[in-house]
């Protein structure tokens, strides 16, 4: 085990003190928002509250046809996923800011969630897992305790990180601009220039497939499997690919991008 100088303990033990009854209170307290938004005997998405932070911190992006098409990228921090509703997704161009409204923490059960929220409830509509996997601090402080690299950065509204997904990779800044009248922030959603960085790429556009299902927005809507079980999904860890459940699913048919897609889009300019 190599040895830990002392200022690294001190972290460590500081950190002890903050016990998983403790964290889950505070992650309660981060959902309530989230939880009132939602009436769970309509809608499949998860109450949250039931996984434990891990060392690994996830990501997922989901593609969200409610009544506007927009990415939520989510990032886990202190037992929660801080989110962000990004209207044009993501973009591999070091050129492009993307608009990022961040929008009530979600529950780190809602990484795998995919399916469709009923029409009426809250954020409607269907929801794709479109990229998942870890994400680790991407600051330049190399002392820093790395966690507490991401939580500096997250409250200072300079959010820097590196991102290890099927699609998205390579190191990401969120920067806070300005928050609205009821509180909400605005940021801007930024590829650093690193060998994953791409000119003129239109990634949202690339990838049209779920990264775990394989479906597109339209299958999806046509839900073979609407019915979200959370109990089926506890054993999936952030990047891991499709589950077998998952994979049973799809049937072998690959599907074009279809009419149903491209209304989506439309809407999307509307
Ligand atoms: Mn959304």
């Known amino acids: 085990m190599p040895k830990k100088s ?25 959902l309530a928002e989230y939880r009132r938004k939602r009436d769970f005997t309509r809608t499949a998405e998860p109450q949250g509250g039931d996984v434990p932070a891990k060392q690994k911190l996830a990501f997922v992006i989901q593609k969200h046809a409610a009544s506007h098409l927009h990415y939520d990228l989510r990032l886990e921090l202190d037992g929660v ?4 509703a990004v209207p044009k997704g993501p973009s591999l161009d070091p050129t492009v800011k993307r608009l990022a409204m961040q929008v009530e923490d979600h529950p780190i059960e809602y990484n795998t969630f995919e399916g469709t929220i ?8 269907t929801v794709m897992l479109w990229d998942r996997g870890t994400y680790t601090y991407g600051g330049s402080d190399s002392q820093i305790d790395p966690i507490d690299g991401l939580r500096r950065g997250y409250q200072k509204g300079d959010f820097k990180f590196v991102l290890l997904g099927k699609r998205l990779r390579g190191s990401w800044v969120l920067v806070r601009t300005r928050r609205d009248e009821r509180g909400k922030a605005q940021w801007l959603l930024i590829k650093h220039r690193d060998e994953y960085a791409a000119e003129g790429s239109d990634v949202t556009a690339e990838h049209q497939t779920s990264v775990a299902t394989r479906r597109t927005m339209e299958e999806i809507a046509g839900g073979k499997s609407r019915v979200w079980h959370s109990n ?8 891991e690919e499709k589950r077998p459940a998952a994979a049973a699913r799809t049937s072998g048919t690959p599907a074009a991008p279809t009419s149903a897609y491209q209304r989506l889009m439309a809407r999307r300019t509307r």
């Open 6 to 30: 002392a200022a690294a303990s001190k972290r460590t033990s500081s950190k002890k003190a903050s016990t998983p009854v403790k964290s889950a209170a505070k992650a309660d307290a981060q």
């Open 232 to 239: 089926r999904t506890d054993d999936v860890e952030p990047g």
């Open 81 to 84: 996923m801080k989110s962000w």
């Open 118 to 125: 009923p029409k009426g409830e809250y954020g409607g509509g």
